[in-house]
């Protein structure tokens, strides 16, 4: 980890090296020809190449492989060591559908005698109706030798408001944070547990030539590089104790390079936030991140006299800067944060939080969706929060990742803890679909629509 005298030094304004803008192209359409518009709806199969209304998931616990067509609800669960050539009983970890659903990407974690893997699957067919799915192993890319230790550094905690919890502590590679690159043929990944990204050519199932990417300072504990819509702009999140910054990025598109910009502060030396596990782009320049940490580890530097407490801050990546533009709340029926701020979307104007309670002195108690009007982006309104026993599922707890469908019609919000994806409807902000045990699920991890970038 690096000090927060070397994070001070880095996070500086970038100026316009880090705001690079895509042009706006009007397209004429000939009154004279009326084309048919692209479907965007489901086919018997996927050898179409339409975007498909496909949600991947994996379980932590049964090792099993979700398909989730979030239009009719349909729900496909894949035993992966049925596929020819799958490596063995191994613990999966995130998933990536391309747009198209026509390839599935699964990752796993180091075990004493697997590597890490990134494994690239084929979809043949699909029928919802049958409930089948044929899938081909095309690739297991190893990213480590089998045993391969975590790196990550050594933190305990010094009060009661922030606990360590042995979860994160992970002892071997876990591969995380699957990102795609917009007009590129890469997708990426980071392993938290140290300090690689690895970068992955989707269309030939192979690292790229720059793969793995390790930069000193920047690279440790990221979970996933979020790109902007352009590709050109990379954001890094600092997924650890006491990691105050985001880490900025320019993109190649034509090699999948990273070249560092900078990074932005949640604050300054003394008073920051840290812990952040995602980032939202909003346009070309600006973003949305939010932290989970409540206060001081062993890692936090003397010369820190608050950490901030779960909060959401605006990034504007032409300044370098962030601000913080919701603050924390000690109620469940307050309006800010309530628990740690996991994941966040905006749709229709809205701004979504996953709020999930895994690292304050308990574990697992509940979780919650909280909800806010951006009309001003800097200053949100609090509309309401979904809880458990009301708009979500009695016992629901740990609201971990949202996933967009690309229509903003949808949320999906997985919890690997209470064994649930539900799904969102967006125009009414309640819930209209919930799988959880009684469809097989234990601990759902890894949810991603095709469509999304991530």
């Known amino acids: 980890m690096i000090s927060l005298t070397e ?4 996070t500086v304004p970038f100026a316009a090296a880090c705001f690079l803008a895509l042009s706006a192209t009007t397209i004429s359409a000939d009154s004279h020809n009326h084309h048919t518009p692209l479907s965007t709806y489901q086919h018997p199969n996927i050898y179409n190449n339409y975007l498909q209304p496909v949600v991947t998931a994996i379980d932590y616990h049964t ?9 009719n609800d349909k729900l496909i669960t894949v035993d992966p060591t049925s596929i020819a050539g799958w490596p063995g009983n191994i613990p999966l970890q995130h998933t990536v559908v391309l747009p198209e659903g026509n390839k599935i990407f699964v990752t796993s974690d180091n075990t004493h005698d697997h590597p890490a893997y990134i494994i690239a699957l084929r979809v043949d067919s699909l029928d919802w109706e049958t409930g089948t799915v044929g899938l081909t192993l095309e690739a297991a890319l ?9 790196e990550l550094p050594f933190v305990e905690a010094v009060n009661n408001v922030q606990a360590v919890p042995g979860w994160l502590l992970a002892q071997s590679t876990q591969i995380h944070g ?28 192979e690292f790229a030539s720059v793969d793995p990417i390790s930069i000193p300072g920047y690279t440790e504990q990221t979970h996933g590089i979020n790109f902007n819509k352009s590709g050109t702009i990379g954001l890094g999140t600092g997924y650890f104790f006491d990691n ?35 980032v939202y782009w909003l346009d070309e320049r600006y973003a949305l991140t939010a932290s989970m940490q ?27 800067t962030a601000t913080k533009i919701i ?32 690292i304050d002195s308990t574990f697992a108690d509940d979780g919650y969706v909280s909800i806010f009007d951006l009309s001003d982006r800097y200053k949100p309104r609090f509309i309401k929060r979904m809880k458990p026993g009301h708009e979500l599922p009695t016992g629901y707890a740990v609201a971990h990742t949202l996933s967009p469908t690309p229509d903003n019609r949808y949320l999906m919000l997985a919890s690997w803890a209470s064994g649930y994806i539900v799904k969102i409807d967006t125009t009414t902000d309640t819930v209209i679909k919930v799988f959880g045990p009684n469809d097989g699920l234990v601990k759902p991890h890894g949810i991603f629509a095709a469509g999304g970038s991530r």
């Open 142 to 150: 190893p990213a480590d030798n089998p045993g391969t230790p975590a």
């Open 63 to 71: 090792r099993m492989l979700y398909l989730i067509n979030y239009e």
């Open 178 to 205: 699957p990102t795609l690159l917009p007009y590129s043929d890469f997708l990426y990944f980071t392993e938290f547990t140290s300090d690689r990204v690895r970068v992955v050519n989707h269309k030939t199932n």
């Open 327 to 358: 603050r924390h709340t000690n109620h469940p029926n307050g309006q800010g944060i309530f628990r740690s701020a996991s994941d966040l979307a905006v749709v229709n104007g809205k701004l979504y939080i996953a709020e999930e309670d895994t």
């Open 294 to 320: 409540f206060d001081k580890t062993s890692l936090t530097p003397d010369t820190t006299k608050q950490i901030i407490p779960p909060s959401v801050w605006l990034l504007d990546t032409l300044e370098g």
């Open 7 to 10: 994070m001070t030094r880095r």
């Open 244 to 278: 105050s910054v985001i880490d900025v990025y320019k993109s190649n598109r034509e090699t999948g390079e990273l070249q560092v910009l900078g990074q932005i502060m949640l604050g300054d030396e003394k008073r920051h936030a840290a812990f952040t596990h995602f």
